[in-house]
């Protein structure tokens, strides 16, 4: 990339090259949604033993339609964390976020009793950097409102080609929650029988969790200067 934006192209080279290789394994015969739901898709049984699914399942990805999504998240919203946070915070953020927000959308969607017996609750398998990237989200807002700042930059050019993706993605984010299908506050907070809301889903946590960062970013920012 251009600005060099190193962090975005490695987490983007992760994200594609698993997409590849869980494709290349399924035309060879095996049954992917099996395979990720025993290996590498985050569920209960992460918590019982199978810690490492934290971690992968944040880079998992089977249908196209969902890396193309999430590429082009990273890519807006990555370039831009990479730009105003710089790489360290970046991916401390994009890490805490999707760990965390898998977490939470246990959590709603099983309750806490699933610690003590992960037969306590059948979710299915979460993956996708869906939850990271909507840290990223929550963090930028913060950074955006706490210096007033326009992310974009004064550039026509860069408001080109910002804008699309990011209005891209919020949108097709909200669209799988029911947007222009349902009512804004079944959209938001699934309180339709047949609606899963935003704020119930690991998007929601990761947004959650994203603000939460970025006000400590932006705490730890004020006390580093004004001890100068």
Same mark, same amino acid.
């Given at each position: /990339? ?18 590849? &290789? ?12 099996? #395979? ?20 992968? %399942? ?26 105003? #946070? ?19 959308? &246990? %959590?709603? #969607? ?28 929550? %963090? ?7 210096? *007033? *700042? ?24 909200? /669209?799988?929650?029911?947007?222009? *299908? ?16 935003? /704020? ?17 970013? /932006?705490?730890?920012?004020?006390? *580093?200067?004004?001890?100068?």
């Amino acid at each position: /990339m251009r600005n060099n934006y190193l962090v975005t192209s490695v987490l983007l080279s992760i994200n594609i090259s698993v997409y590849i &290789l869980l494709n290349i394994l399924a035309w060879n015969g095996i049954e992917i949604d099996s #395979f990720v739901k025993a290996y590498i898709g985050f569920d209960p049984q992460a918590f019982h033993g199978a810690y490492w699914k934290h971690v992968t %399942a944040i880079f998992v990805h089977v249908e196209f339609h969902h890396i193309f999504g999430n590429s082009l998240g990273i890519l807006a919203f990555g370039t831009l964390s990479e730009k105003y #946070f710089g790489k360290r915070i970046y991916i401390l953020v994009y890490i805490i976020s999707g760990l965390l927000a898998q977490t939470y959308y &246990l %959590a709603v #969607f099983c309750g806490v009793d699933l610690l003590i017996d992960v037969n306590n609750c059948d979710m299915g398998s979460v993956f996708g950097a869906s939850t990271s990237i909507w840290g990223l989200i929550g %963090a930028l807002l913060v950074y955006s409102i706490a210096h *007033k *700042k326009d992310l974009f930059g004064s550039s026509i050019r860069s408001t080109l080609l910002y804008v699309p993706l990011i209005a891209i993605y919020i949108v097709g984010t909200l /669209m799988s929650h029911g947007l222009f *299908k349902e009512n804004l506050l079944d959209v938001l907070w699934g309180f339709g029988p047949h609606t899963y809301g935003f /704020m119930e889903h690991g998007h929601g946590g990761g947004f959650i969790i994203g603000v939460i960062l970025g006000l400590l970013i /932006m705490t730890l920012r004020l006390n *580093k200067y004004s001890y100068r």
